[in-house]
């Protein structure tokens, strides 16, 4: 049973359902947001707060769980409407000033980078907003708990609300309706055995629901923690097989792509919810980012 404080917001990205959220509670003096999304899924996101009879300058806060392009794009145009924007201390120079972001993710998406992503404007510095771990964040009747949960990548935090956790992505992508989820690993942050520790805090905090930001709110949090945590020691045992025989990245994004696909053919996934996945967790993002941590922690 969803909470009825929640709003789940399909930000339909690429015009796609089930790919990215954004998390909308109302408090006495206006509202917070989970996660912007991106600066291109703006337009929904301003229809569907005209649906609630809000405009973006009743969003007073926005909470993001770490600064990835679909995460974090839209925190810059928000804030120049009198949002704060709170996020993790390791993230916050990027947001003040993305020109290194947005110069990174243009070496992966190129020319398509405007079309996936939009504009990814800075936050103003005084909007920013940086607690720390373990810290309340108080806003208005809400109460929020930031826990640094590294992993699927240094700089993220997820969130505690009454019996919520806003997982981001370090408790994996799911779509609705089937028993199954994936651990998105894009380079440069990958860590597996952080990623273990932060499962293991999140487990300790007994909260019932869980709601990453690909896709939605879920009444099985433990069954999600737990299933995460088997697929990443799959992953790990599978990357150790392969890497054995000294693959090019894209031998393994290949074998990768395989995999996956078997996966998704003994789930019985249509090909709907695969698109929504690989939009939400591209394979060779997670590839890539396997390559670059067996160089960089398992082979050194």
């Known amino acids: 049973m969803a909470n009825p404080r929640i709003l789940t917001i399909d930000l339909n990205f690429q015009n796609k359902t089930g790919a990215i959220a954004s998390y909308l509670i109302r408090h006495n003096n206006g509202a917070v947001l989970i996660e912007s999304g991106p600066g291109s899924t703006l337009p929904v996101l301003e229809a569907t707060l005209a649906k609630e009879d809000l405009t973006p300058r009743d969003i007073t806060h926005v909470l993001l769980t770490h600064i990835h392009l679909d995460h974090a794009g839209a925190a810059g145009w928000l804030s120049r409407q009198g949002a704060e924007i709170y996020v993790h201390p390791k993230g916050a120079p990027h947001l003040l000033n993305p020109e290194k972001l947005i110069a990174s993710a243009a070496r992966i998406y190129g020319d398509r980078m405007d079309q996936l992503w939009g504009e990814f404007l800075p936050v103003e510095p005084d ?136 996966q998704a053919r003994e789930q019985g996934l249509s090909e709907d919810v695969i698109l929504a996945y690989a939009l939400s967790n591209p394979i060779g993002m997670s590839a890539d980012g396997m390559m670059r941590y067996w160089t960089k922690f398992r082979s050194a």
Not at 145 to 169: I, K, N, Q, R, W
């Open 127 to 262: 909007q920013l907003k940086i607690p720390n771990d373990a810290e309340e964040i108080a806003i208005g009747n809400l109460r929020f708990v930031a826990l640094d949960t590294p992993g699927h990548a240094e700089h993220h935090y997820s969130y505690l609300f009454e019996d919520v956790c806003f997982s981001g992505d370090v408790g994996g992508v799911r779509i609705p309706g089937y028993p199954y989820l994936r651990a998105p690993m894009p380079p440069p942050e990958l860590y597996f055995g952080r990623w273990h520790e932060s499962i293991s805090r999140l487990r300790r905090e007994k909260f019932s629901r869980i709601a990453p930001t690909h896709f939605g709110i879920f009444d099985d949090a433990e069954w999600q923690l737990n299933e995460l945590d088997k697929n990443l020691t799959a992953v790990e045992k599978w990357l150790a097989e392969i890497m054995s025989a000294g693959p090019s990245i894209e031998e393994l994004r290949a074998k990768f792509e395989r995999w996956m696909s078997e």
